[in-house]
């Protein structure tokens, strides 16, 4: 009996023993392996505890503005934003409750200075060292954001505003919009809202673009050397569809410059046709059309349609804006970039540089290519035309010689996504403006041109000889 006791309590013991072991060999492998990664996600409450004993570094536009900074509170800092709701989705929120959202999440570990983290008590060492964090100096112009966030009020849509050159962006507007300072207190009725404010649809709103798309197109019909002439009789037959210009317009003979400033669907039509799937897909491809944008921000992938063996009457329509494209308002805005710099497509970013508490420089931005799309004979061309397409409409000003293109993309119940993507040259560079705005009455020379001009001279008035 005493025999089988004994079995039974060394048997306990081995599993018992075994199990130790499991769980001691878990918590090794953890803390070697997981304990980083948990440590850097949003969701893990408990750094929100000790981040809120950090004195988070500032973040600031690039006239030296303070944007957001934290402030000494009886139980640790409470951050603050100085616009809140203009730049809550550029500065975004954070919260303890909710987690970080903006440049506050993409780039958490600088602003609290321990970018080099390599364990979970890096976080708790900064606490107990009472350490600074980093200051971030960000491309945005806040006089220029809190225009463009005026002037997006009224609307749900987006307002991009980059330097062609450098792939800055000196304004990102989203609307509707929210109070990044107030996120806790607000949240429920914020993700409840039907129009989500909390979306950044710069960055991650997709849309059919309607004859903007025409851009890269007229970039297919350059480089495949094709005849650019065309006679318009109002009509461009294709496997028995019937494509038809704005208010069944008939344009006779035209070329590429016509066919832009007319913004003719026929010709685009009948080009695409002679181009083909492939190229098309390979200039879409080109201006990152169905590509991941590497940017400060998530960013959704913008959809491209086009593939081999695609049906005539799918490829006519895609030429001109129909169909499955939908493109993001950034996405947009480095088309128009690329055009206006040469054929040249920059690299966005949002932060320019990264300073230590004490003043020294830890990373400074430079430009950078992020594609070689056309040559610069094709992109002078097209950025000619895209001159004379606005000459005289809504979207000129005297002051300078704009260059653009609308677009007006069909929404639902009848109303409309009205566009405008354009630029305009300064002394050495060229700033491009992008605006879009959802579920319209009015075309995209209607609605959206109006917008881009106020832009358009707000940027001369303060960046022409700057």
Same mark, same amino acid.
């Given at each position: ?83 809140? #709701? ?33 364990? #979970? ?47 800055? #962006? ?11 300072? /107030?996120?806790?207190?607000? /949240? ?279």
């Amino acid at each position: 009996m005493k025999s089988k006791n004994r079995n039974r309590i060394l048997f306990l013991l081995v599993i018992v023993a075994v199990l130790f072991l499991a769980v001691s060999l878990y918590l090794v492998y953890f803390q070697l392996f997981e304990a980083d990664e948990l440590a850097a996600n949003s969701l893990n409450r408990r750094n929100y505890i000790d981040e809120s004993l950090v004195d988070r570094g500032d973040i600031l536009d690039r006239t030296g503005q303070i944007l957001a900074q934290s402030q000494a509170t009886d139980t640790g800092y409470q951050r603050s934003v100085t616009y809140s #709701v203009s730049l809550s989705h550029l500065i975004g929120y954070n919260s303890i409750t909710y987690g970080k959202s903006g440049i506050e999440q993409s780039y958490n570990d600088y602003l609290l200075n321990i970018q080099d983290r390599d364990a #979970v008590g890096k976080l708790r060492q900064v606490v107990t060292d009472g350490t600074v964090g980093n200051n971030l100096t960000l491309t945005i112009d806040h006089r220029l954001q809190l225009l463009a966030n005026d002037l997006l009020k009224p609307y749900l849509g987006s307002i991009v505003v980059t330097d062609a050159k450098t792939g800055e #962006v000196l304004a990102m507007a989203s609307s509707p919009t929210f109070d990044s300072d /107030w996120i806790d207190q607000n /949240w429920s009725w914020i993700i409840e809202d039907q129009t989500a404010p909390l979306l950044n649809r710069a960055t991650q709103g997709l849309y059919a673009p309607g004859s903007v798309v025409k851009l890269i197109s007229a970039v297919a019909i350059q480089e495949s050397g094709i005849d650019q002439s065309y006679v318009d009789t109002g009509e461009e037959m294709v496997t028995g569809y019937p494509f038809v210009n704005y208010n069944n317009a008939v344009y006779g003979e035209i070329g590429l410059r016509q066919a832009l400033i007319h913004s003719a669907n026929t010709y685009f039509a009948n080009k695409s046709l002679q181009v083909g799937a492939d190229k098309m897909a390979e200039v879409a491809g080109r201006f990152m059309i169905g590509e991941i944008i590497p940017f400060d921000l998530s960013t959704a992938r913008s959809s491209s349609p086009y593939q081999s063996g695609m049906a005539d009457v799918d490829l006519a329509a895609a030429s001109f804006g129909q169909g499955t494209t939908m493109v993001s308002p950034l996405n947009m805005a480095l088309v128009t970039g690329t055009i206006a710099n040469g054929g040249t497509m920059m690299k966005p970013y949002l932060v320019s540089e990264i300073h230590s508490p004490q003043g020294s420089l830890i990373r400074r931005t430079t430009p950078e290519v992020l594609s070689e799309v056309t040559s610069r004979r094709n992109a002078d061309e097209l950025r000619a035309d895209m001159q004379a397409v606005i000459e005289g409409t809504s979207a000129a000003i005297w002051s300078a010689p704009v260059g653009g293109k609308t677009g007006t993309a069909e929404a639902q119940d009848g109303l409309v996504h009205a566009w405008f993507t354009g630029f305009i040259p300064l002394d050495d560079r060229d700033i491009t403006v992008t605006v879009v705005l959802e579920n319209q009455t009015m075309t995209g020379a209607g609605a959206a041109s109006p917008i881009a001009a106020q832009l358009f001279q707000w940027i001369y008035d303060n960046y022409h000889h700057e």
